[in-house]
Nanobody
Framework: QVRLVESGGGLVQAGESLRLSCAAS????????MMWYRRVQGKQPEMVAG???????NYADSVKGRFTISRDKAENTVDLQMNNLEPGDTGVYYC??????????????WGQGTQVTVSS
């Protein structure tokens, strides 16, 4: 019933920027938190950014100062602005959200992922 759909991935050169978007739809009572994860070649999956209702965004050290996460609560979306991209940022980026889909029912949902490729 709940679906997360990512968009905005693509191919860019080092130093350029991309903006990823994630839209949540379906039966949603509230969204507790939204996060961006990525799978980078040669590394374990990692959370790169997250944001909750009552706090500012948190970031992995590797992207701090370059990436910015933001939410539009009215439209149940979360964006990830990625500036000064590096080849090491190449990977599949996934949107994740902790969603109350019905009263007292909270689950973690995942999108299908979007590919980000940064050429050197």
């Amino acid at each position: 019933q709940v679906r997360l759909v990512e968009s905005g991935g693509g191919l860019v050169q080092a130093g350029e920027s991309l903006r990823l978007s994630c839209a949540a739809s379906g039966s949603i009572v509230s969204i507790k938190a939204m996060m961006w994860y990525r799978r980078v070649q040669g590394k374990q999956p990692e959370m790169v950014a997250g944001i909750s209702s009552g706090r500012n965004g948190n970031y992995a050290d590797s992207v701090k100062g370059r990436f910015t996460i933001s939410r539009d609560k009215a439209e149940n979306t979360v964006d990830l602005q990625m500036n000064n991209l590096e080849p090491g940022d190449t990977g599949v980026y996934y949107c994740s959200a902790e969603i109350e889909s019905a009263p007292f029912t909270i689950k973690t949902y995942w999108g299908q992922g979007t590919q980000v490729t940064v050429s050197s």
